[in-house]
């Protein structure tokens, strides 16, 4: 199995992934940009960017495409649905493999692996996934024309997407697990200013009720103890995500919740191997902390293959 070396490798092609890119390729480097999804990551799940700076407004699937048409131009491969089958992160001259057949080598490595949606955990949760259950506005909404909703989570996304849900459905219901949402205020407003939104606070939902299809939800009320069930169509789940680190558990520095650890610089505990947006460890998620993200690890990789070049490191 013969690899084919690139001057730098990037895990993921969301925002930070796609931007790195495009400043590795304007720097001309050859470089490889490996996702194990749709190109876009998280950004496309968004169904409205409203304030990324020098846009109006768009669809995260639109600013994704564009992104990736910019890192094209500029030279990278994408190679996107593939798996990481290998790694190997150590070696000064770092290695890739991916669906068990194609290994690629590379000076450099920048992780932007982004997350996952993180899910409630319950048992009747994995059910009802794509039969009434979703993580996705844009991908599901039309789905449910007409119908009646629930939403789960009280931040900045459940919000924003409840919101976005009501050009489809009739009603959508709010049930959030705290007496308060943590979601900047322009967002609660919209919400809860908004004449199809309800909401049940103080709530968890313990089980998902029905037969082939969701068709409703047992809740519990966390302060009073009390019980009941919500009939509704779908439940949309907003309630974070997590890191998808689970390959560099033993090989980079994670944090307790496995967000990999990095300097101002993106710089991680092993030479030549770099992290940007939601993979790493950072208080604030957003597109654009993303694309800064990818930024600095371009130009920390530029300055890395450079000294490299000279036998400086």
Same mark, same amino acid.
């Given at each position: %199995?013969?690899?084919?070396?690139?001057?730098?490798? +990037?895990?993921?092609?969301?925002?930070?992934?796609?931007?790195?890119?495009?400043?590795?390729?304007?720097?001309?480097?050859?470089?490889?940009?490996?996702?194990?999804?749709?190109?876009?990551?998280? %950004? !496309?799940?968004?169904?409205?960017?409203?304030?990324?700076?020098?846009?109006?407004?768009?669809?995260?699937?639109?600013?994704?495409?564009? %992104?990736?048409?910019?890192?094209?131009?500029?030279?990278?491969?994408?190679?996107?649905?593939?798996?990481?089958?290998?790694?190997?992160?150590?070696?000064?001259?770092?290695?890739?493999?991916?669906?068990?057949?194609?290994?690629?080598?590379?000076?450099?490595?920048?992780?932007?692996?982004?997350?996952?949606?993180?899910?409630?955990?319950?048992?009747?949760?994995?059910?009802?996934?794509?039969?009434?259950?979703?993580?996705?506005?844009?991908?599901?909404?039309?789905?449910?024309?007409?119908?009646?909703?629930?939403? +789960?989570?009280?931040?900045?996304?459940?919000?924003?997407?409840?919101?976005?849900?009501?050009?489809?459905?009739?009603?959508?219901?709010?049930?959030?697990?705290?007496?308060?949402?943590?979601?900047?205020?322009?967002?609660?407003?919209?919400?809860?200013?908004?004449?199809?939104?309800?909401?049940? %606070?103080?709530?968890?939902?313990?089980?998902?009720?029905?037969?082939?299809?969701?068709?409703?939800?047992?809740?519990?009320?966390?302060?009073?103890?009390?019980?009941? !069930? !919500?009939?509704?169509?779908?439940?949309?789940?907003?309630?974070?995500?997590?890191?998808?680190?689970?390959?560099?558990?033993?090989?980079?520095?994670?944090?307790?919740?496995?967000?990999?650890?990095?300097?101002?610089?993106?710089?991680?505990?092993?030479?030549? +191997?770099?992290?940007?947006?939601?993979?790493?460890?950072?208080?604030?998620?957003?597109?654009?902390?993303?694309?800064?993200?990818?930024?600095?690890?371009?130009?920390?990789?530029?300055?890395?293959?450079?000294?490299?070049?000279?036998?400086? !490191?």
């Amino acid at each position: %199995m013969s690899a084919r070396h690139y001057d730098v490798i +990037v895990l993921g092609a969301g925002s930070a992934g796609l931007t790195a890119g495009i400043y590795l390729g304007r720097a001309k480097l050859k470089t490889l940009i490996i996702n194990e999804g749709t190109v876009g990551g998280q %950004m !496309v799940l968004t169904h409205a960017v409203a304030n990324y700076p020098g846009v109006l407004e768009t669809g995260g699937f639109q600013l994704s495409q564009i %992104m990736k048409q910019q890192a094209r131009q500029f030279g990278c491969k994408i190679e996107s649905n593939v798996e990481v089958t290998q790694l190997d992160l150590i070696s000064k001259v770092k290695q890739v493999e991916i669906d068990h057949d194609e290994v690629y080598t590379a000076d450099a490595v920048i992780i932007a692996t982004g997350g996952k949606p993180r899910k409630l955990g319950l048992l009747s949760e994995d059910q009802f996934k794509g039969l009434g259950i979703s993580y996705c506005a844009t991908c599901d909404g039309d789905f449910y024309a007409g119908k009646d909703i629930i939403v +789960v989570g009280g931040g900045n996304s459940a919000l924003e997407e409840a919101v976005s849900l009501t050009k489809w459905v009739n009603s959508v219901t709010i049930i959030h697990q705290f007496d308060h949402f943590q979601a900047h205020q322009h967002a609660i407003d919209e919400a809860t200013n908004h004449p199809k939104i309800s909401f049940i %606070m103080e709530s968890e939902i313990t089980k998902f009720l029905g037969n082939d299809t969701v068709e409703g939800v047992s809740i519990i009320n966390k302060r009073t103890g009390e019980t009941s !069930v !919500v009939p509704t169509n779908g439940v949309f789940i907003y309630i974070g995500y997590l890191p998808n680190s689970e390959k560099f558990k033993g090989i980079v520095d994670l944090s307790e919740y496995g967000e990999v650890i990095v300097d101002e610089n993106m710089k991680s505990n092993l030479p030549g +191997v770099f992290a940007a947006g939601d993979i790493r460890k950072k208080k604030y998620r957003q597109i654009t902390t993303a694309v800064s993200d990818g930024t600095i690890a371009a130009l920390s990789t530029i300055d890395y293959i450079q000294n490299l070049k000279n036998n400086f !490191v």
